[in-house]
């Protein structure tokens, strides 16, 4: 029989989007080190990460209001009963 390494849990969507904008952090502070923006190359880099941070926001976003629905939905059922 050979050792055979576990298959790790996937991270819950929290998690995963935690840990994604949390690596689009560290790059953003590596580009937030004083030094200016030189060439096109740099500005476009800069540009798509931004456009990344904005995603990840809707992404989030979104996630959110997908785990708040079942509350939302329970919530608006009390409300109606009452």
């Known amino acids: 029989m050979t050792d055979v390494a576990p298959i790790p849990n ?18 953003a502070k590596n580009w937030a080190d004083g030094k200016p923006i030189e060439t096109q190359a740099q500005a476009d880099a800069v540009q798509t990460l931004m456009r990344q941070i904005q995603e990840a926001e809707k992404l989030a976003d979104a996630e959110r209001i997908k785990e708040n629905e079942p509350f939302d939905t329970g919530k608006a059922e009390v409300q109606t009963r009452y």
């Open 10 to 27: 996937e991270p819950s969507p929290f998690d995963a989007i935690r840990i994604h904008i949390e690596d689009l952090y560290l790059e």
